[in-house]
């Protein structure tokens, strides 16, 4: 199983980011994929996540800025991420949830 996020890089506050997840070994429309993130002195949390029926929901404070989307013939997971702000620098991390596993993590970094 792999999980390879890519699409980080260093943007202005108010700019955008498309970050990808590319699996192989599992199939992403029949799991649960979650993204996360982690500043630096502090915990990983969920930023959201899309479930097999495509659903998705997101943390409080990216609602109406980021969106969870799936291209399920490249079997991918993308985080479409708006109107960045400082405090949304962090490592992004795509998951897998039902085998929990973790892909290796993207830098995203929003200068003010």
């Known amino acids: 199983v792999q999980l390879v996020e890519s699409g980080g890089g260093l943007v202005q506050a108010g700019g955008s980011l498309r970050l990808s997840c590319a699996a192989s070994?599992?199939?992403?429309?029949?799991?649960?994929m979650g993204w996360y993130r982690q500043a630096p002195g502090k915990q990983r949390e969920l930023v959201g996540r899309i479930i097999s029926s495509g659903r998705t929901n997101y943390e409080d404070s990216v609602k109406g800025r980021f969106t969870i989307s799936r291209d399920d013939s490249m079997n991918t997971v993308y985080l479409q991420m708006n109107n960045l702000k400082p405090e949304d620098t962090a490592v992004y991390y795509c998951?897998?949830?039902?085998?929990?596993?973790w892909g290796q993590g993207t830098q995203v970094t929003v200068s003010s």
């Open positions: 998951h897998a949830e039902y085998i929990d596993y």
């Open positions: 070994g599992i199939t992403v429309r029949l799991n649960a």
